[in-house]
């Protein structure tokens, strides 16, 4: 059903996926597949753990307690993350399938040129998800290669602490959006569903409520009622499964999720201390080390923003959906009726914010919130960064200590 590009690009993903263990194996393979990626999961898995382990260990750069506890709380959180990957991708791996499989029959429920067209644009999306995220992480890794001065066995070290579970985070949360853009689409097939039902029902041009020919025209409305109650009847129980998949979506991510976000805002609010104290005393030498802390503050926000944008188109649909179902023309209590129940589950859903686990709202209006946290977090920092210059600000000259 789905076109060769969106095929294409899509088994391109979930092999990147597969061999940095953070996607299952493919349903067709047997056993001694299913446990040579399993065992091969573990080994990388191991691989992870053992580099950000020995990095907390054996760091020894001279910092304020609290700016280090924060510069090594994204190692506990990349151990944390990257386990939970690769427990879907071995242990849970049929809970996975299970709801993709049922995003991909709600397509095949489309017409088949419907079901064309999103498979393309789906394609389409994931080619520019795809890319990007590779170009990025392999610039990460050439700036990695330069700031180190080509010195391999560093180099090495790392990028398997650093960009290794970085690329295998990135590619989870690729997982997410991907899949939240496929109900997306289909969300946005419903609202033009709705408003090619509603161009059919609305009133020819000339015709007013005292027209002689209103009430053949009404008449005619009411017979096409019963049609229109179907349309939006089916139209409902799409939705009704869209939203149960997208709640299925968010049962599996959302503890990763909210893993995530609190890593991602914990290196974000380092990372911005670090330039800040950058520019405070700039070392144009290290410059190569300041672009690789803005390719840092990059990834972390944009994974933030990444997974608020796709829940947000979402809620605009059904808000959309929400607006278009009250412009309705309604011609009988049935079809009434229909629309009603409709707007009282969209209601209902829009009333409802998605939460990661309870605690976090997965949509843009959070974003103030998040801003807020950070510059608490970055302005507490260099408090304590003046702080610490104030009680040790002393000057040294040949003749003593001479407080200042």
């Known amino acids: 059903m789905s076109s060769s590009i969106s095929n294409r690009w899509g088994n391109l993903l979930l092999t990147i996926s597969r061999c940095l263990a953070v996607a299952p194996t493919a349903r067709q393979e047997g056993r001694f597949a299913r446990w040579i990626h399993c065992f091969w999961c573990l080994v990388l898995l191991g691989y992870?753990?053992?580099?950000?382990?020995?990095?907390?260990?054996?760091?020894?750069?001279?910092?304020?307690?609290?700016?280090?506890?924060?510069?090594?709380?994204?190692?506990?959180?990349?151990?944390?993350?990257?386990?939970?990957?690769?427990?879907?991708?071995?242990?849970?791996?049929?809970?996975?399938?299970?709801?993709?499989?049922?995003?991909?029959?709600?397509?095949?429920?489309?017409?088949?040129?419907?079901?064309?067209?999103?498979?393309?644009?789906?394609?389409?999306?994931t080619r520019h998800l795809l890319v990007q995220t590779i170009v990025f992480h392999g610039a990460c890794i050439v700036v990695d290669i330069v700031n180190y001065d080509f010195n391999w066995w560093t180099t090495w070290s790392s990028n398997s602490v650093y960009n290794l579970p970085a690329l295998m985070i990135s590619l989870g949360v690729l997982q997410y959006a991907l899949a939240v853009h496929l109900l997306w689409l289909l969300k946005s097939h419903l609202c033009h569903?709705?408003?090619?039902?509603q161009k059919r029902r609305r009133l020819p041009q000339g015709i007013v409520n005292l027209d002689a020919r209103y009430d053949r025209f009404f008449a005619s409305?009411?017979?096409?009622?019963?049609?229109?109650?179907?349309?939006?009847?089916?139209?409902?129980?799409?939705y009704t499964s869209i939203d149960r998949l997208h709640r299925q979506l968010l049962d599996k991510f959302g503890l990763f999720l909210l893993l995530n976000f609190g890593n991602s805002l914990c290196s974000f609010c380092e990372e911005l201390y670090m330039v800040f104290n950058f520019f405070e005393r700039p070392q144009w030498a290290a410059g190569m080390l300041l672009f690789y802390r803005i390719l840092w503050l990059v990834m972390h926000g944009g994974r933030i923003w990444v997974?608020?944008?796709?829940?947000?188109?979402?809620?605009?649909?059904?808000?959309?959906?929400?607006?278009?179902?009250?412009?309705?023309?309604?011609?009988?209590?049935?079809?009434?009726?229909?629309?009603?129940?409709?707007?009282?589950?969209?209601?209902?859903?829009?009333?409802?914010?998605?939460?990661?686990?309870?605690?976090?709202?997965?949509?843009?209006?959070?974003?103030?919130g998040f801003v807020g946290v950070l510059m608490a977090i970055v302005i507490f920092l260099i408090q304590i960064g003046l702080g610490n210059k104030s009680l040790m600000g002393v000057a040294l000259n040949q003749s003593g200590w001479i407080y200042i």
């Open 307 to 368: 997974i608020l944008a796709v829940n947000e188109q979402l809620v605009e649909q059904e808000c959309q959906l929400f607006l278009q179902l009250n412009q309705m023309e309604v011609c009988g209590s049935h079809l009434e009726r229909t629309i009603n129940r409709f707007l009282v589950q969209l209601q209902t859903s829009i009333g409802q914010p998605l939460l990661a686990c309870g605690v976090i709202d997965l949509d843009t209006l959070a974003m103030g």
């Open 48 to 125: 992870v753990w053992t580099g950000c382990i020995w990095k907390c260990i054996v760091f020894d750069a001279e910092m304020p307690t609290i700016e280090k506890l924060l510069y090594l709380m994204e190692f506990p959180g990349n151990i944390t993350i990257t386990g939970f990957l690769v427990y879907h991708a071995v242990l849970n791996c049929p809970y996975a399938r299970d709801v993709e499989t049922q995003i991909h029959l709600l397509i095949g429920r489309q017409d088949f040129g419907v079901a064309q067209r999103l498979y393309q644009k789906h394609g389409k999306r």
């Open 221 to 238: 409305l009411v017979d096409a009622g019963g049609c229109s109650s179907l349309v939006l009847e089916e139209l409902r129980a799409t």
């Open 193 to 197: 569903c709705l408003e090619q039902l």
